[in-house]
């Protein structure tokens, strides 16, 4: 069988997928489902009747999300239902968990294997596949609710979960919308193989590559999903192939995916995690809903981006806002510029920004038309009241910078070039919130939402986001969008936030002579087991799908050469923007130090017992915006007016604190040229300087609404 097929023939599936709905088939007689958790018997198709257990919600209605759940190897439908319940409540969905039990389907082939072919290896009417029962099954229920659904959602778990894959590549499914495959013990992989291993021999032809790969399939995977000595785990050469553990296997799937996929784009598979899980449904489950519920598109609709364009062409056909955009650039010579060398000379390092932010805020005043105040950790809010209600609007800079404070912070100056540790990153930023404040308030600009215009303390280094932890702790903040204000070019829009979690690792024992003391716990080689545990284990999670790093960076320990050392410590860094695949990081280097503490400790010969320490050295959060947010579109329209060309970007800023708990963040630039920064060598070129205030401004204002209940501003 080959699996090559043309970029026309992907891009005409792409297009008639995009286009066709099946209409659903509605059964002629149904009972009707009560609330609660309840069985029915289902023979609506042409296999044997399928116990069925079902839980709907109270709150369940007409499109109510239908999922069904496929159960593992002992056939326990009922289980399988009652670990849903919780969930089906709370995300109001319609659980449905149809039961193929042994007496009509005794084998793995007959159940997890589709039925595709028999025992003897004859191919089975499509009628009689396991699979076939789905769609049929979700007419039934369909009816049962006398709802309007268009489509379904379809999990499965161990067995399930092998189901589950096999249905996406071999089944007719026209209304399946999501499926997520969880912790599958071994996979038909997309090759050329013999089926049941591969796409190949017996079920030759029935698959379609284009078809099965832009289907929507996640491969959801337990990290501690690992133990090689399951008696479920199927070992044998052509299972061992894809991987010596399901969490293995999953990656290996993925792969060959990816190599088969070839010219069929997109490829609509992916790998996501269930972190510290190992191989339980009830764990599990919870980090499946997501992928069920279906994902937002990672960019803005068509309609979010044509709002955004028409509420910015409004906006800048207003003279006061016409006239704060000229006040920008006027201010730009000598009144910014005074205020720059001002606030760069002041040292700021984490934690000792006070000096800074004291000026920073008597700035803020002397503006006027704002209420100043120094929070407890030592933020600058100055708060711009609006007209009306409705959460407000955050403009942010930091006032800390990477340099500690007896770095000579003179500012020297070559005509527009101007060169002192932390000019750029981020006095610049700083002093663009202070052009926004004073063009606002010349002009009298009012606006619906409050603007806060905000100082913040900590963003670098050790910091932690230390200002922003603040700000967003307090139950009652009050806001609804964030912009940032920390870059140097002026076209990178920063809509994605780089998380990163960094920690200090530290074996300890009783040490002792290198001879002598032999057989007495190590910290070294705990230390380097510990490291190849993570490393193994690592490296597929960062192999596919959003980048996702991790680095070993530092390691110290020992006494001497002949000495067993009492001390060992490694630091590392891990990140990603994906907060899915970061948290897996973590708990597989935790798993990884977990496991080695309790090898070497049972592996000793003499002497006492090794321990661990683990330090956080800081975490910083990630997180994406939601495609219905109108805050990136705002910003890419506002940019493009100022004839910037926006390219979207992740990055690690203040605005991965708000980002990460849903609330809609960008960073943008500060305006300028900014080089060299975190050196003592960094400048910032005065070029096109009032490009970021005016994009500050316009942001925030489409953000915040300006108000019209001022004379005539047109």
Known sequence: MSLTITYRAAAVFALLGASFVAAPVMAKDCAPLSAGSS??????????????????????????????????????????????RDLAEKHNLIVVVPTFGRKDFPTTGSYNLGNIVDEKGRKTPKAKWSFSAIEPLFDDIVCRVSGDQRGYALYGHSAGGQFVHRYVAFA?????????????????????????????????????????????????????DIDRNDPNLRINEEADKQGQTRFDRGHGFLAAAHKQAGAVRPLNWKIAYAPEVGHDNGQMAPFAIPHLLGAAASAPSLQVAVKAEAALEELRSRKDVTAAMATIVELESDWAIQRLIELTEIPAPPFEEEKRGLAFARMLREIGGLDVRIDAVGNVIARRKGTGTGSAVMLAAHLDTVFAKDVDVTVKRDGDRFTAPGIGDN???????????????????????????????????????????????????????????????????????????????????????????????????ATARAIARFLDRAEPVTASGTKATYSVALL???????????????????????????????????SAIGATLASENAGKKQGGLLAVEIKDLGKRPAGTNAAAAPLVSNAEAALSSLGVEPSRNASSTDANLPMSL???????????????SHSNEEYWIAQYPHLGPQAALLISLLEARVSNDIGDAR
């Open 427 to 525: 006095s610049r930023g700083l002093v663009s919130l202070l052009l926004v404040a004073r063009a606002l308030e010349r002009h009298a600009i009012k606006t619906e939402r409050d603007i806060l215009l905000v100082g913040t303390v900590g963003e670098e280094g050790t910091g932690d986001l230390r200002g922003m932890r603040h700000i967003f702790a307090q139950p009652d903040h009050g806001i609804g969008s964030v912009i940032a204000i920390d870059g140097g070019e002026m076209g990178r829009l920063i809509d994605t936030a780089v998380g990163s979690n960094r920690y200090r690792m530290k074996f300890t024992g009783p040490g002792g002579h290198s001879y002598g003391a032999f057989g007495t716990v190590n910290p070294h080689h």
């Open 662 to 676: 849903g609330i809609p963040s960008i960073t943008i630039s500060r305006g300028g040229i900014s080089e060299r």
């Open 556 to 590: 110290e320990g020992g006494l001497g050469i002949n000495v067993i050392p009492t001390d060992s410590a490694f630091e590392i860094d891990l990140r990603s923007s994906d907060a899915n695949r970061l948290a897996a990081l973590d708990a597989i280097l935790r």
């Open 39 to 84: 069985q029915i018997v289902f023979s609506g198709w042409a296999g044997p009747k399928l116990p069925v257990f079902v839980h709907k919600p109270q709150t369940a209605g007409a499109d109510s999300r239908i999922v069904f759940v496929m159960h593992g190897v002992q056939r326990d439908g009922d289980r399988y239902r009652d670990e849903w």
């Open 172 to 224: 007719d499914a026209p209304r399946m919308e999501a499926a997520v495959a969880a912790n599958s013990g071994w996979y038909t992989m997309p090759d050329n193989g013999a089926f049941p291993y591969g796409w190949g021999g017996d079920v030759a032809g029935l698959v379609a590559p284009a078809k099965a790969f832009q289907r929507p399939l996640t491969i959801l995977l337990g990290t501690e």
